[in-house]
């Protein structure tokens, strides 16, 4: 049972536009939120988090967005560059687990 | 500044071989963790350890074998290789365990089993 959902396994966005990633989780218990980038070759790197007490993260282009009521997080890149085209994971961790339970990922494009 | 280090990068192998992927990181960290990724499953948590002396199973424990004698290095052991176990592994560390420590990943060991 996927309790981190990625429905999108793709998604291309013009350079200069917004690119909306979006979460979707089931466990109510979830507590903490993180993004994480991948390049081709590397490692995955965080990017950004957010706690379940808090519905907005920003730093610099890229914002997280927290539904609770909806149990939907979504990352948003503004404006998007060649330079964030990887694949992103979500992920989240909660008081009945302290471990990281992660998306299967949306691979970005961003094009000129 | 090498933070968490992966080897080997590559490896072929043949179905009931056995090997072990290693992982060191230099920062002190006490949590580190392994992970596989493959298509279309995102990062499946294999084993974790919270201190050295101290590890747990994952979500796909079965096959893979961990131990951990420092708190610098985390080795996943493959008992006999299985083309079901053909991924890449990724090993990862942070300074603990809670959900609000990012956790600092190497750049994988990518593996195919014959």
């Known amino acids: 049972d996927q309790q981190v959902k990625q429905n999108s396994p793709s998604l291309s966005v013009q350079e200069g536009r917004i690119s909306i990633l979006n979460c979707d989780y089931t466990?109510?218990?979830?507590?903490?939120f993180l993004w994480y980038k991948k390049y081709p070759a590397e490692g995955p790197t965080f990017l950004i988090s957010?706690?379940?007490?808090?519905d907005k993260n920003e730093d610099g282009r890229f914002t997280v967005f927290l539904n609770k009521s909806a149990k939907h997080l979504s990352l948003h890149i503004v404006p998007s560059q060649p330079g964030d085209s990887a694949v992103y994971f979500c992920?989240?961790?909660?008081?009945?687990?302290?471990?990281?339970?992660f998306g299967t990922g949306t691979r970005l494009q961003v094009f000129p | 500044n090498a933070g968490v280090t992966q080897t080997p990068k590559f490896q072929v192998l043949k179905t009931g071989q056995s090997m072990t992927l290693q992982c060191a990181q230099d920062?002190?960290?006490?949590?580190m963790s392994w992970y596989r990724q493959d298509p279309g499953m995102g990062l499946r948590l294999i084993h974790y350890?919270?201190?050295?002396?101290?590890?747990d199973q994952g979500e796909v424990p079965n096959g893979y074998n961990v131990s951990r004698s420092t708190t610098e290095d985390f080795p996943l052991r493959l008992l006999s290789a299985a083309p079901s176990q053909t991924s890449v592994y990724f090993c990862?560390?942070?300074?603990?365990?809670?959900?609000?420590?990012?956790?600092?990943f190497g750049d994988g060991t990518r593996l195919s089993i014959l």
């Open positions: 350890s919270v201190g050295a002396g101290i590890t």
């Open positions: 466990n109510s218990m979830f507590d903490y």
């Open positions: 957010i706690s379940s007490i808090k």
């Open positions: 990862a560390s942070s300074y603990s365990l809670g959900g609000n420590q990012p956790q600092h």
């Open positions: 920062m002190n960290h006490e949590y």
């Open positions: 992920a989240a961790s909660g008081t009945d687990t302290d471990k990281l339970i």
